[in-house]
């Protein structure tokens, strides 16, 4: 219904601040881009709205990545897998992909320092990035969203709401990648 975020009651209160200044950070981000445009410094991207976009899924349990890859796919999405933190690094530097659902516990490099070096990278710092992770705290969140993070999604999925989130994300950082 255009919502930006949800949060659900009772709340943490650390997590709601949190949740709000993420979307205050990106509403001064679409302000400083819709700027920028309005100068010609940057043009707003042409891609097609039924243009398949491509999402890097990174996970180490390959039946996670097996399960959503199958539903991604079926919505029409191009999925890239990655079962470690240096394999993500990887691909997202050479495919760039529209979004990217990371998990946090990894055995090389957790999802919070993947995401903290895809944020310092020039080419994929606007690559929005979604934790999915069954380690479900306040403080995970809170974390998730200190190193860059636009989104979490706790596990046990529900893929309604991942499906939700994904094309919420979508519509937000499409416009500027």
């Not at 990894?106 to 310092?120: E, S, T």
Request: proline residues 3%; glycine residues 6%.
């Amino acid at each position: 219904m255009g919502g930006s975020d949800y949060i659900t009651k009772p709340f943490n209160t650390l997590e709601a601040i949190v949740r709000i200044e993420n979307q205050l950070q990106i509403r001064q981000i679409q302000e400083k881009m819709l700027g920028l445009e309005q100068q010609g410094q940057v043009t707003p991207d042409q891609t097609v709205a039924s243009e398949s976009k491509q999402i890097l899924m990174v996970d180490d349990e390959l039946k996670n990545l097996a399960l959503l890859t199958d539903l991604l796919e079926e919505e029409g999405y191009e999925v890239w897998q990655a079962d470690s933190g240096s394999e993500a690094l990887r691909i997202a530097e050479m495919v760039l992909p529209d979004l990217i659902l990371l998990d946090i516990n990894m055995p090389d490099i957790n999802g919070y320092d993947v995401c903290q070096k895809l944020k310092a990278d020039v080419k994929t710092k606007l690559i929005p990035v979604i934790f999915v992770s069954a380690v479900d705290e306040a403080w995970d969140k809170v974390k998730a969203f200190s190193v860059g993070g636009s989104d979490y999604v706790g596990k046990p999925i529900d893929i309604i709401e991942l499906m939700a989130r994904m094309r919420h994300q979508l519509q937000i950082w499409g416009h500027y990648k």
